[in-house]
């Protein structure tokens, strides 16, 4: 079982960052952006056409390369989910007494029966070009409770 964390308060502050930087990123008009009353998913579907974009060579607006952009549209993937779901951001130490342990962003239901890595869903979105960009289908299957079998508890990853 990972051993977890909450953010600290430089963390929070680095993610409200972030988060800025990957509004950038999306292909929408700053009035949406603006009137903040954007359906759930409008953010992960725009942040998705912009993973597909880029895996199609075009640049990312703004002056992200391309790895700090996938930590930012890890982010607001992150925070779109916890936004819509109740999910907590977090982090996650993942096979904490083995020889290499992983400590990553981390939203993870309420129980701990499910949690996905943001940012690594998206760099594999974006860098992984025999991965499918999921980063939609994935939040519209958990805002639908489309999931598989699991236990409270049981930090099952998604993505």
Do not use: K, Y
């Not at 391309?66 to 930590?71: G, K, S």
């Not at 993937?77 to 962003?105: H, I, M, Y």
């Not at 489309?146 to 993505?159: C, H, N």
């Amino acid at each position: 079982m990972p051993r977890e964390r909450p953010l600290t308060i430089d963390e929070e502050q680095e993610i409200d960052a972030l988060l800025a930087s990957a509004l950038e990123l999306v292909p929408l008009p700053p009035e949406a952006l603006a009137a903040d009353e954007l359906p759930p998913g409008a953010l992960v579907a725009a942040a998705a056409a912009a993973v597909d974009a880029a895996r199609a060579g075009e640049p990312f607006a703004g002056a992200l390369g391309a790895d700090d952009a996938a930590v930012a549209l890890g982010v607001l993937w992150a925070d779109e989910l916890q936004r819509a779901t109740g999910w907590e951001l977090l982090f996650a130490t993942f096979d904490a007494d083995g020889p290499e342990p992983l400590e990553a962003l981390c939203v993870a239901r309420r129980d701990r029966a499910f949690a996905v890595l943001p940012v690594m869903l998206v760099a594999a979105a974006l860098f992984d070009r025999h991965s499918e960009n999921n980063l939609g289908l994935l939040f519209q299957l958990i805002l639908s409770g489309q999931l598989p079998p699991a236990e409270a508890g049981d930090w099952r990853v998604l993505g």
